[in-house]
C-alpha cells in the first residue's frame, strides 16, 4: 500500500505535466480537444481510482500470493527475464478481462467510466474505476503461478503494465509504421474508444497488439472514418462517482422492475446493453443511433469559474499527495476517514461543474467531514497543529464561499 502511494507521488505530477502539454500543443495548432473541465472530470477520476486502491478498499477474492503457493511448478528469481514474462502474462490477462468488461453487462460497470469522456486525450487515460469491489480475474495469472514467479515481481510489473498504457490516449500521433503491427498505437486505440458501428468492440488488447489480431478483434483506424467517441448511453454529466454506477444503477432498476423472473437472472450476463423488452418498453432510455447526432455534453464555462475549478484541482492534489506521502504517520483508521473526504470532495466539486444547486449540500457535507480530518491531524501531527488548522480551516471556508458565489440561480 505504502509502496504503490510513494510510486503515485512521481506518477501523478508527471501524468499533470504531459496532459498540459498535450492541451498547450492542441492550442497552439488551433485544435484544442482538452476542454477544461472535461480534463479536471478525468482527474478527478483518476484521484478516486488511486485513492480506493491504495487505501486497500477492493477484496480479492483469490489473491496471487495464494495461486503462487498453491500452483507452483518450479520457482524463478526475480530478474529482468522474470518481468518480462509476468508482463506478457499480464498483457494476455488484461485482453480477456478488457474483452468480458465490454461484452457482459455487470462488467462493463467496471470500465463505462473509462470510455466516458466524448474527448480522446492524455487525460481520458486517468479515467479509471472505483466500482470493481470484488478483484475476480486474478485466475488470469495462473500460468505465472505455475512458473513460480515471485509475488514481488509482479506486484512491481503490473503498475508499470498499466502506466504504460497511458501515453496512446491521444489524436496527435497518427501511423507509426513497423510499430503498428507489434504494438498498440494512438491509431488502434481511438477505434477502441470510437461509438461508430465500424469501430464498436475492437481492438481490446493494452500493449501488443498481437491479441487482437490472434483472438479476431482487430480493426484498423480508416482515413475515411473519422472516430466519434464517448458512449452510446452518453453520461451527461463530469461527476466521476456517478458515472461510475450508472450503468450498476440502471441493471439494477431493470432488474427489480422486468416481470419476467428469467430476465432478472439473466439480465447481468447478457451482452452489455441488454434491457428486459418489457422495462425497455416502460423506461426507454436515450440511446445515440447515427454518431452524427452526437451532441458533447458541456456546461456553462465563465473562464473565472474554470480558474475556480483549477484552484480546486490543485488543491486536491496537494491533499492526495500529502495522504500518500504520510500513509504510516497518519495510520488507520484515520486515513479511511481521509480517503472519505478526498471522495466528498470530488464529488461536490464535480457537481458545481455539472451546475447542480445540490453541490452546496455536497460542500456542506465536506465541510463537516473536513472539520473530523482537520482535528484528527492535529491530534495526529501536534508540532504542526496551528498551521494545519490555519491553512486547511481557511481553505474550508474559502470552498464554501466559492460555492456558494458560483451555484447556479434558479433560472439556470
Known amino acids: 500500500m505504502e509502496a504503490y502511494g510513494h510510486l503515485l507521488l512521481i506518477a501523478m505530477p508527471a501524468f499533470l505535466l504531459l496532459?498540459?502539454?498535450?492541451?498547450?500543443?492542441?492550442?497552439?495548432?488551433?485544435?484544442?480537444?482538452?476542454?477544461a473541465l472535461d480534463m479536471i472530470s478525468s482527474f478527478t477520476s483518476g484521484i478516486t481510482n488511486v485513492t480506493k486502491d491504495v487505501l486497500g478498499l477492493t477484496v480479492v477474492v483469490v489473491s496471487y500470493g495464494w495461486l503462487l503457493d498453491k500452483l507452483a511448478l518450479t520457482q524463478m528469481?526475480?530478474?529482468?527475464?522474470?518481468?518480462?514474462?509476468?508482463f506478457i502474462v499480464q498483457d494476455f490477462a488484461s485482453y480477456w478481462i478488457h474483452r468480458l468488461a465490454h461484452r457482459v453487462n455487470v462488467f462493463w460497470?467496471?470500465?463505462?467510466?473509462h470510455h466516458s469522456s466524448e474527448q480522446f486525450n492524455l487525460a481520458c487515460a486517468l479515467r479509471q474505476s472505483i466500482a470493481v469491489f470484488f478483484r475476480i480475474f486474478t485466475f488470469f495469472l495462473i500460468p505465472a503461478a505455475l512458473l513460480g514467479i515471485p509475488q514481488s515481481v509482479v506486484a512491481v510489473v503490473i503498475p508499470l503494465h498499466l502506466f504504460a498504457q497511458f501515453w496512446y490516449h491521444t489524436e496527435h500521433i497518427h501511423k507509426m509504421g513497423l510499430l503498428e503491427h507489434i504494438l498498440v498505437t494512438p491509431a488502434h486505440h481511438r477505434v477502441h474508444h470510437a461509438i461508430n458501428p465500424q469501430y464498436m468492440d475492437k481492438n481490446y488488447s493494452a500493449i501488443f497488439i498481437v491479441?487482437?489480431?490472434?483472438?479476431?478483434?482487430f480493426q484498423e483506424e480508416r482515413d475515411d472514418i473519422k472516430p466519434v467517441y464517448g458512449v452510446t448511453r452518453a453520461v451527461q454529466t463530469w461527476n466521476p462517482i456517478r458515472i461510475n454506477f450508472k450503468h450498476l444503477a440502471l441493471l439494477i432498476h431493470d432488474c427489480w422492475h422486468t416481470a419476467s423472473w428469467k430476465d432478472k437472472g439473466r439480465i447481468w450476463f447478457m451482452p452489455t446493453g441488454w434491457r428486459p423488452a418489457d422495462v425497455e418498453a416502460k423506461w426507454p432510455v436515450p440511446t445515440i443511433q447515427e454518431v452524427s447526432q452526437q451532441q458533447k455534453y458541456t456546461t456553462e464555462t465563465p473562464r473565472y469559474f474554470i480558474a475556480w475549478c483549477w484552484v480546486q484541482l490543485l488543491v486536491l492534489l496537494l491533499l492526495i499527495s500529502f495522504l500518500f506521502a504520510r500513509l504510516a504517520a497518519i495510520g488507520t483508521p484515520l486515513i479511511y476517514g481521509y480517503g472519505f473526504f478526498?471522495?466528498?470532495f470530488v464529488y461536490a466539486l464535480?457537481?458545481?461543474?455539472?451546475?447542480?444547486?445540490?453541490?452546496?449540500?455536497?460542500?456542506?457535507f465536506k465541510l463537516a467531514a473536513g472539520y473530523f480530518v482537520i482535528r484528527s491531524m492535529m491530534i495526529v501531527f501536534p508540532d504542526q497543529a496551528m498551521l494545519i488548522l490555519g491553512m486547511a480551516g481557511f481553505y474550508m471556508l474559502l470552498s464554501v464561499a466559492g460555492t456558494l458565489y458560483?451555484?447556479?440561480?434558479?433560472?439556470q
Open 19 to 35: 496532459v498540459l502539454m498535450e492541451k498547450a500543443y492542441a492550442y497552439y495548432r488551433g485544435a484544442d480537444n482538452v476542454p
Open 77 to 86: 528469481e526475480a530478474g529482468f527475464t522474470t518481468g518480462l514474462i509476468v
Open 109 to 113: 460497470n467496471n470500465h463505462i467510466i
Open 211 to 217: 491479441w487482437d489480431k490472434l483472438f479476431g478483434t
Open 342 to 344: 478526498i471522495f466528498l
Open 350 to 364: 464535480t457537481e458545481l461543474m455539472d451546475r447542480n444547486r445540490w453541490s452546496l449540500l455536497w460542500e456542506l
Open 406 to 411: 458560483f451555484l447556479p440561480s434558479k433560472s
